[in-house]
């Protein structure tokens, strides 16, 4: 046996064994994703259990460093383990910013001390982190945002507000661009900076949304301390940071476009709500917008496949994750649709007893701020356009 | 499975592209059609692409082939997509070497797989026989004689058939048990018929794009029992293999005919200049350009996915291939349907060669079943 086939053969046993039956069913909800976090409420002893075993042994990150709580995997055997957990259709022991977003980002610009200190409780999912960037007046101009870091001797304070955090009110630490220098152009006097949500000074408010959830808030800072070694990379050069990590961000929002792991295939709900007629779903125009929309998430998913088989082979990501963002996001927007389609007037219930508290329609509803969040689809073709196709400006 | 190319991959692919855009670019299409005579493409230009081994790419070495793979012989004709290079890849390399690979006896691959592979023979499937693709449907019969069969019927929209030596045509071989009703699939058998047969008629019909596609008829045509390829009754499974390895041949020179209007146009919308800017720098062209920079992508996967599966003798070819087709067609369509837009009216010009690729981009949606065709196919697959 190759070495590759005995971590394959150690991993499934494992994971036979650390993995609660609980935690190997598909997803129903956003809700049973665990954030961890010092206020996480776990939904199950099973869930706990999970998150602690995956935790112990660094595959709650199994690509990061060994050093910092990873499980220091290279990709054929991170490719190993997500394959071993997709067979027992094992969930994801944690999912959250840290993992995605911050992390990554600190592996690449944070200094030791940052790395150090704050990757091993996202590995354990110890501390949830919540993202800072978008502002009232600075959306999709980004760069011109204007929360205000001011040096006051051996630290800093920080005046401002941001708007659109996720989950803004369950963060424990924050990830947030400011401007650091308000002389020169406005890309170069930002910097990202970190600081625990509890800093005197940083509040909270929920956002409504048209789904009538609240899963963003508009965050405040009325002069609230952030220590002078938690600025990731050098300051003032925090767009660089920041385009890396939304690299990241649209690469993962791009992923919406997929059918959900453990979901029905589309075409296999709409025969099972609407019924055949001799073989054929008995809609027929719907049946075709279906198979378009199927063709559409499968090619979506190889083209990651392939992305990330470039990139094994030394292509940079780049660019191309404006690609993922803009079609993974429409993609989504048109299975919401279609679900939206298929359940007709069920479709439309809102709180009654059949209707698991309106989970299709403020899916769908939820659904519209795809194109918007982490940069709409117009600033990503803005994106492709210039950056891969090169056209003039 | 890596979704990438391999180095011998990628070197096939740059020697392909490197001749084809010495030896038969666009305008080699052009001087085939303005030189009279045309017969779909020319007989030099084939032999040599021949001599670099493509036609033999997917054929075993033991009926002497290189061997090399659906993924290889796809690459090629992703090149000439971009040059539009008629040739019988195809129609010949891809489908009917299929066909005989697949439902042949090694006595029918000994004697034709050799010739297909050195390019010396061109073999052609002919299934339809009405204007839409349906290839369950047929209506021409195939007689068992006391020394083999006699065939009667007509074939339409032959690929290469007027310049073909070989051939592989369907027919019904169910007439005794026929309630009068259509059959499909079980009766329908596939034989081998030499182009010089008695009794076989062969009529040009130039496509919209100088290709030449040709009517077949067969008029007490009498074979031997060794013209049978496959099991009697056992024609359509061999013959949607050959179409679903043709499908996706399609889709791979649809991809590069795409990518091909596409550079070009985009390499347009930087030089050609309104309001004294060059009109690349509009919002309105930039937005639908790198939106169908995406669907592009979105292209190149499910291509390089059809043909190692292809390679790999994935069961599940037929949705693959389905869904290939769909989103090769739609996209290409579209790109060269944008690249005469955004060329404005020299786009309309027979001089300009952009509107080549949307003709191109036309013929090979309509054969082998358009987008309707597979997205039908494609939730049949599926259970819907």
Redesign the interface.
Known sequence: MTELEDFRAAARTWLENKCPTGMRSPLQTEADLCWGGRHFRFQSPDQETWLRNMAAKGWTAPDWPREYGGGGLDQAHLKVLQEEMQHIGARPPLYSFGLSMIGPALLKYGSEKLKQQHLPPIVRGEIRWAQGYSEPNAGSDLASLQARLEGRGDHYVLNGSKIWTSYGDLGDWMFCLVRSDSEGAKHAGISLVLFDMTTPGVSTRPIRLISGKSPFTETFFDHARVEKDQVVGELNSGWTVAKYLLTHEREMIGGAGLRPTGEE?L??I??RVLG?ES???ANPML??D???L???S???G??M??AR??V??GASLGA?SS?FK??GTEINMRRQELLMAIHGLQSVDWSGPDSEDGRLPRAWLRSRGNSIEGGTS?I???I???H?????? | MTLALNQEQTMLQQSARDLLSRRAPVKHLRALRDGGANMGYSREMWAEMSTMGWPAMTIPEKFGGLDFGYTGLGLVLQETGRSLTPCPLLSSAMMAAAALSYGGTDEQKSALLPGIASGETVATLAFDEHAQHRPAQVAAVAERTSDGFCLNGQKRFVLDGAMADQLIVSARTDQQTSDGKMPRGGEISLFLVPAFTAGLGITPCQALDTHVLAHVSLQNVRLPFTALLGAEGGGLAILEHALDAGRIGQCAELLGLALEAFERSIAYLKERKQFGVPIGSFQALQHRAASLFGELELCKSLVLNALQRLDSNDREIAATASMTKVKLVETASKVTAEAIQWHGGIGMTDEFDIGFFYKRARILETLLGDRYFHLDRFARQHGY
């Open positions: 295939p075409g296999r709409a025969a055949l073989g054929q779903l049946r075709g279906i198979a378009r199927e063709i559409d499968e090619a979506l190889l083209t496949q392939r088989d470039e094994k082979a191309t690609v803009y079609l117009e990503q073709l803005n492709i356009a210039k891969i196709l090169g056209l003039p400006g």
